[in-house]
């Protein structure tokens, strides 16, 4: 099993749509759960953390689910500036760096 | 704001070359990185830093080395650049267990 596991998409959806990444994990141990985004050419900032409690931002939701090692991402009424590849981070087994999913890219239409 | 620096955006070299690849950062982070980022592979850790004169290897070493002779500054150097090597290089840096900060990349061609 890889040590985290994204679809890759690409997911083409119409502007106001909802939809949902999926993310897994290998490592029980890991503690640290991100959602990254990153624009074409540009780097990857944060988007938000994951709590095991799960937590909202605006139209974005984050879920951990830690029995089933998997994360998930929901964008409710999308935008076409949410256009991106959003990549899906836990720590690694040491904790001393992050690991990073090949990210799952999203295109928004009008 | 936190501020990650990288001394080129592009870079061409020649096979061969001894390649520098400079990276600062300005929030006295403990921890900085190097990825190597490719279409289809996704971010790559080459070498990792958790303090000055202290580095880890990360999933991809091999040909490469690196330097961190200031808590502020992390060097990625290319001994002998090949083609293989052409890539899109980030640097990033956090403190333990936070977020990392990434700099705008060098995109470097090895021809």
């Known amino acids: 099993r890889k040590e985290v596991e994204q679809d890759p998409g690409p997911f083409n959806v119409p502007e106001g749509a909802t939809v949902a990444f999926n993310c897994t994990y290998s490592n029980s141990a890991s503690q640290s759960f991100f959602w990254y985004r990153q624009d074409c050419r540009k780097e990857p900032k944060l988007l938000m953390s994951?709590?095991?409690s799960g937590n909202e931002d605006g139209r974005f939701t984050a879920q951990l689910n830690r029995a089933s090692q998997y994360i998930s991402l929901l964008i409710r009424d999308s935008k076409l500036s949410d256009s991106a590849t959003y990549l899906c981070?836990?720590?690694?087994?040491?904790?001393?760096?992050?690991?990073f999913g090949k990210g799952t890219t999203l295109s928004v239409s009008s | 704001d936190v501020k990650v620096t990288q001394s080129s955006r592009y870079l061409v070299k020649r096979t061969g070359e001894k390649v520098f690849l400079e990276c600062v950062q300005d929030?006295?982070?403990?921890?900085m990185f190097w990825y190597r980022q490719d279409p289809g592979l996704g971010l790559r850790l080459i070498y990792f830093s958790y303090d000055v004169k202290m580095k880890e290897k990360g999933d991809i070493p091999e040909g490469y080395s690196v330097s961190r002779e200031k808590k502020e500054r992390f060097s990625l150097i290319l001994e002998s650049a090949s083609t293989n090597q052409t890539s899109m290089y980030l640097c990033?840096?956090?403190?333990?267990?936070?977020?990392?900060?990434f700099g705008p990349g060098t995109r470097l061609t090895v021809t």
């Open positions: 929030m006295d982070h403990e921890n």
């Open positions: 981070v836990v720590n690694n087994q040491a904790g001393t760096a992050l690991i």
């Open positions: 994951v709590y095991s």
């Open positions: 990033a840096s956090n403190s333990v267990g936070v977020e990392q900060y």
